[in-house]
C-alpha cells in the first residue's frame, strides 16, 4: 500500500513504547513515568505478588568502563536508600540485574512528584507547602542521624502519595557516611543548581546544613511558585546562591507569619553555622505551622484552623505566640482558634469566662432566690520574679526558664551583632555560640530606642562587649532567648 513503510525500513518508535511490555526478572513494564540523568523510572507490575511498584532501570555495557561506574552509583543509591526505613522515604523493595540492565523496584508514590505539582497549580498554599516540607524534613532528620546525606534535595525528589503525603526519593547523589564504602563520590558541584547550597557552589563538601538549605530553597518555592534565585544560566544561579541575599519572602507572599519567614530565613543563611542546628526542630516548626495555616495536606485531620487572637493567649503564649506554634507538637482545636503547646508542656485547664456585666447573677439551687453577697478576699500580692544568674551556654536552664515564664540574667561576651536574614530582628550571639546557646533579640520598633542607647544602626557597637542582658526567657524553634523591649535590658560590664 502506499505509504507504508518497507520492512528494510521500520518505523521509529517512541522510547517508552519500546520498553513497555518487556520483563525484567518478575516486573512486568507498563509505562515511562520519568526519566532522569542516569536513569529511567517505569510504572511495573509485580507479577509474582500482582501489585504496581515504580522501576528505575540502567542499561548497562559491561565493556564501558563509565558505563560500569554509573551501575555502581546505582547500586549505592539503591543501598543508601534500603537503610532507611522511614514514612517519608520511599521504600526500596529489591535490586536485581536482568538481560544487561540494572534495576531498583520502589514503592509506587502514585500522586507524581512535588516539582509536577507547582507546574500545575502554581504557588502551593502556605499549610500545604508547610506539611510537604515538614515531610521532607523528618524524612532528612532521620538519614541524617543515619549520616546520609541526600544531597540533591529538590520539589522533584518529593514524591506524592495518593494521600497526599510526601516521600522522600533519589538517593543517587547521596553521602552515605560509610568510610569503607570503596566508590569515592565525585568531587566539586554536586546537586541541582537551583537548590544548591552557597558552600556547595564554591565546592566545599555537602553537609546536613547544605540538605537544610535546599529544603528551605524548597519551601520557599511551594510559598512562592517561583525558584529562590531563577535564571537560565547555570553559572549566574549558583553566584546568587553565593553571595545574593534570598529575596523578600514577606512581601512575595504576604501575610505569612513572621516566626515561619524568620525560619526559612535562618535555614538559608550563607554560613552554614548560622542555620537551624538540625532538622527534628525544623520539622516540628513545620507541623505546627501546617496546623495554624491550614486547610492542611489531604488526608489530615488539621483543617480550617485559624491562631487565636494575642488578646486571649496566656502571658507566655502571647509573648512568643508565633514562635509557640512553630514549636507546637501539640495543637488543641478549640472552637474558632488553636493552642499550641511546646514539646513536653502539659495542657492548662482553661481560663473561666470572665462575667459578662449585664448577666443574671446565679441563683441558688434550693430556694431560688438569689445568694447572698459572698466576700471576695483580695488577692495575695504578686511576688516579684527573682532573675536567675546564668551563661548563655546553660542551655537546660534557659529552657527550663522558658517553659515556667521564668527571667534570667545572662552575663557574656557577645561575639556578633548583626541583622537577621529576614531584616526583621537583630540578634546578639554570644562567644562561643552554638545554635541552641541563647540569643538576645529585638525587633524594629526597638531599633531607634537601641541605636540612641548604644551606638550603631541597630546596636552594632555592642559586638565584642561584655554584657549582662536581663529579661524574661522564651524559645525560638527549641533555643532559648530573651526578647529585649527596652535598653535597660542591658548592662556593658566591659571597662
Known amino acids: 500500500m502506499p505509504g507504508d513503510p518497507s520492512p528494510e525500513t521500520p518505523t521509529p518508535q517512541p522510547a517508552a513504547s519500546r520498553w513497555q511490555g518487556k520483563r525484567l526478572g518478575k516486573f512486568r513494564l507498563l509505562s515511562l513515568l520519568g526519566r532522569g540523568a542516569m536513569a ?29 561506574a ?28 536482568a538481560n544487561g540492565i540494572v534495576f531498583i523496584a520502589m514503592d509506587l508514590a502514585e500522586g507524581g512528584d512535588a516539582k509536577a505539582l507547582i507546574r500545575t497549580a502554581g504557588a502551593v498554599p502556605p499549610g500545604r507547602a508547610c506539611d510537604l ?37 533519589d538517593f543517587g547523589l547521596a ?22 547550597a552557597p558552600e556547595v557552589a564554591r565546592g566545599e563538601p555537602a553537609t546536613a546544613a547544605s540538605d537544610q538549605y535546599s529544603l528551605a530553597a524548597t519551601l520557599f518555592h511551594f510559598l512562592t511558585g517561583r525558584p529562590l534565585f531563577p535564571g537560565r544560566d547555570i553559572r549566574s544561579i549558583l553566584q546568587q546562591h553565593i553571595r545574593d541575599e534570598p529575596p523578600d519572602l514577606d512581601a512575595l507572599c504576604p501575610g505569612l507569619p513572621p516566626a515561619l519567614i524568620d525560619l526559612v530565613d535562618t535555614a538559608l543563611a550563607k554560613d552554614p553555622a548560622d542555620r537551624h542546628a538540625g ?36 502571658r507566655r503564649v502571647r509573648r512568643a505566640a508565633w514562635m509557640s506554634a512553630g514549636a507546637g507538637a501539640l495543637a488543641l482545636g478549640i472552637g474558632a482558634g488553636v493552642v499550641v503547646l511546646g514539646p513536653g508542656t502539659p495542657p492548662s485547664p482553661p481560663d473561666s469566662p470572665a462575667p459578662q456585666a449585664d448577666a443574671e447573677p446565679p441563683r441558688g439551687e434550693a430556694s431560688g432566690t438569689p445568694e447572698s453577697p459572698r466576700e471576695i478576699p483580695p488577692e495575695a500580692p504578686q511576688q516579684p520574679i527573682t532573675p536567675t544568674t546564668l551563661t548563655p551556654a546553660d542551655t537546660e536552664a534557659l529552657l ?35 545554635r541552641d546557646h541563647l540569643q ?17 544602626t541597630r546596636g552594632e557597637t555592642l559586638a565584642g562587649q561584655t554584657l549582662r542582658v536581663t529579661g524574661p526567657v522564651t524559645r525560638s524553634f527549641g533555643h532559648p532567648q530573651i526578647v529585649v523591649t527596652d535598653p535597660t535590658q542591658i548592662e556593658i560590664l566591659t571597662d
Open 40 to 68: 529511567k523510572v517505569f510504572l511495573a507490575e509485580d507479577t509474582t505478588l500482582k501489585r504496581q511498584v515504580a522501576l528505575k532501570v540502567l542499561p548497562v555495557d559491561e565493556t564501558d568502563e563509565p558505563q560500569k
Open 70 to 97: 554509573k551501575a555502581r552509583q546505582f547500586v549505592r543509591e539503591a543501598r543508601a536508600a534500603a537503610k532507611l526505613v522511614h514514612p517519608h522515604i520511599v521504600n526500596v523493595l529489591e535490586i536485581d540485574r
Open 133 to 169: 516540607a515538614a515531610d521532607a524534613a523528618e524524612a532528612l532528620a532521620f538519614a541524617h542521624r543515619a549520616g546520609v546525606v541526600h544531597r540533591d534535595v529538590k520539589p522533584g525528589n518529593l514524591m506524592l502519595t495518593r494521600a497526599g503525603r510526601g516521600k522522600l526519593v
Open 175 to 196: 553521602d552515605a557516611g560509610d568510610p569503607n564504602d570503596p566508590h569515592r563520590l565525585p568531587d566539586g558541584v554536586i546537586g541541582t543548581p537551583a537548590y544548591m
Open 279 to 314: 532538622l527534628d526542630e525544623v520539622a516540628r516548626a513545620l507541623r505546627g505551622f501546617a496546623v495554624a495555616l491550614g486547610p492542611a495536606a489531604a488526608g489530615s485531620s488539621a483543617s480550617a484552623v485559624a491562631p487565636v487572637s494575642a488578646e486571649s493567649r496566656p
Open 400 to 434: 527550663a526558664l522558658a517553659v515556667a515564664d521564668g527571667e534570667a540574667v545572662v552575663v557574656g561576651t557577645v561575639e556578633r551583632a548583626h541583622l537577621s536574614n529576614s531584616g526583621k530582628t537583630f540578634m546578639l550571639k554570644f562567644a562561643g555560640h552554638r
Open 440 to 456: 538576645a533579640v529585638w525587633r524594629p520598633e526597638h531599633f531607634d530606642a537601641m541605636a540612641d542607647a548604644f551606638g550603631g
